[in-house]
């Protein structure tokens, strides 16, 4: 596609369940990145993929967040056992190998709410 | 203390003012600084990018970085009500391969007609 894609763009979901988004990186990029933002915040850096190997994980919150990327291409970003303080919008961005600040494009996020 | 400081805001302006926004900065790694535009309910757009310090225009807007103080601003001359937005800085250095962004919590921004 022409850009960044994520899905679901809105899911709400129940204290304890399980949510999974996604995100389809621009075609040819081989760095991905997932970021967090909570309302009325800046973005928080949770993961970034090179291919299908995550390099840093260093921002995941805590065990119940996973992600995983297949194929160099879609990544799925997992958090299990969701807690209300999960509620945020979850942005997706992916850039070239080697790709300079100026070439990091976001998608449009998947906003999560925990009820 | 975080690696990078934007005042939050919120900054309400008269339409034609120059807005001046503003981020601190810690880790002296920072090669490159951003600015984004992030409107209501989007992604975080491209707005600006510097790499060395000094000036860069792009029509109604202009970054400075000063590195040697740590400070970069955004500045957006004959302001306009379709730039009320929130505004995002960001910097970045490579890690394990890539460039690493780090933000600013984001200026939320309003021009009145």
């Known amino acids: 596609g022409a850009g960044v894609s994520q899905s679901p763009s809105n899911k709400v979901t129940e204290k304890g369940k399980d949510v999974e988004l996604r995100c389809d990186p621009i075609s040819g990029h081989t760095a991905l990145y997932w970021y967090r933002q909570s309302l009325g915040q800046g973005l928080e850096f949770l993961i970034y993929f090179q291919g299908n190997s995550a390099p840093d994980k260093s921002g995941l919150p805590s065990d119940r967040f996973s992600a995983e990327r297949t194929g160099g291409s879609v990544s799925t970003l997992t958090i299990q056992r969701t807690q209300q303080e999960d509620s945020a919008v979850y942005l997706c961005a992916s850039t070239p190998i080697g790709g300079a600040g100026n070439t990091i494009y976001f998608g449009e996020g998947s906003w999560l709410t925990v009820v | 203390q975080k690696e990078v400081e934007q005042d939050p805001g919120p900054l309400s302006v008269p339409e034609g003012a120059i807005v001046s926004l503003n981020c601190t900065y810690s880790?002296?790694?920072?090669?490159?600084f951003m600015w984004y535009r992030q409107y209501s309910r989007k992604g975080p757009e491209l707005l600006m990018y510097?790499?060395?310090?000094g000036n860069k225009e792009d029509g109604r807007f202009t970054a400075q970085v000063d590195k040697s103080s740590k400070y970069i601003s955004l500045f957006i001359r004959d302001s306009q009500p379709s730039d009320s937005a929130t505004y995002l800085c960001a910097m970045s250095e490579w890690s394990q391969g890539a460039q690493k962004l780090v933000f600013g919590q984001g200026t939320r921004l309003t021009i009145n007609p």
């Open positions: 880790n002296s790694a920072f090669q490159y």
């Open positions: 510097t790499y060395s310090s």
